[in-house]
T-cell receptor, first 112, second 116 residues
Framework: DQQVKQNSPSLSVQEGRISILNCDYT??????FLWYKKYPAEGPTFLIS?????DKNEDGRFTVFLNKSAKHLSLHIVPSQPGDSAVYFC???????????FGKGITLSVRP | GAGVSQTPSNKVTEKGKYVELRCDPI?????LYWYRQSLGQGPEFLIY????????DSGLPNDRFFAVRPEGSVSTLKIQRTERGDSAMYLC??????????????FGPGTRLLVL
């Protein structure tokens, strides 16, 4: 039973354009959401997070949007760069426990 | 500063053998987590330590898996009687403060375990 779902396994975008990575969750107890980026042969690297009391958090080229009623969040990368090519994981946790529940990940390819 | 380190980076073993995987968290981080990532999947939680004690071991799949953190720093994940299905990437993460939302977990590069 996947509580965090990333339904698209891959995404390809042109350099300079916007990348939109989507994530859905089923557990209404989740109140903190994170995005991690992973390059081959490396561990996941924290990218950006958002608390359930917010609907948007921005950090440079990266913005995460949260729609609690739809149990949906998205990561926007603009402008996309070739160095952004990696696997992106959506993760969630509850206030009671910081263990993370991850989605399956989405492979982003940014074409030069 | 130094990040989370894990040794070995790769481990090949035979079915039925015992293995130990080591994690060195970021210095000063009190919380330590183990995750397992199978091919094509996201990391799955195994166990979480706060200091020396296991605060949550609900993700350990069965009693062949055990983890310790005797001095509140380095942790060892131990797998007895390994099975082919144990083959996966084992990831360790640490965070500065006790459990709670907003505490960023920093991951190590992982140990890739292959059970033949």
């Amino acid at each position: 039973d996947q509580q965090v779902k990333q339904n698209s396994p891959s995404l390809s975008v042109q350099e300079g354009r916007i990348s939109i990575l989507n994530c859905d969750y089923t557990n209404s107890m989740f109140d903190y959401f994170l995005w991690y980026k992973k390059y081959p042969a490396e561990g996941p690297t924290f990218l950006i997070s958002i608390s359930s009391i917010k609907d948007k958090n921005e950090d440079g080229r990266f913005t995460v949007f949260l729609n609690k009623s739809a149990k949906h969040l998205s990561l926007h990368i603009v402008p996309s760069q070739p160095g952004d090519s990696a696997v992106y994981f959506c993760a969630a946790s509850t206030g009671a426990n910081s263990k993370l529940t991850f989605g399956k990940g989405i492979t982003l390819s940014v074409r030069p | 500063g130094a990040g989370v380190s894990q040794t070995p980076s790769n481990k090949v073993t035979e079915k039925g053998k015992y293995v130990e995987l080591r994690c060195d968290p970021i210095s000063g981080h009190t919380a330590l987590y183990w995750y397992r990532q199978s091919l094509g999947q996201g990391p799955e939680f195994l166990i979480y330590f706060q200091g020396t004690g296991a605060a949550d071991d609900s993700g350990l799949p069965n009693d062949r898996f055990f983890a310790v953190r005797p001095e509140g720093s380095v942790s060892t994940l131990k797998i007895q009687r390994t099975e082919r299905g144990d083959s996966a990437m084992y990831l360790c993460a640490s965070s500065l403060n006790p459990a709670g939302p907003g505490e960023t977990q920093y991951f190590g590069p992982g140990t890739r375990l292959l059970v033949l």
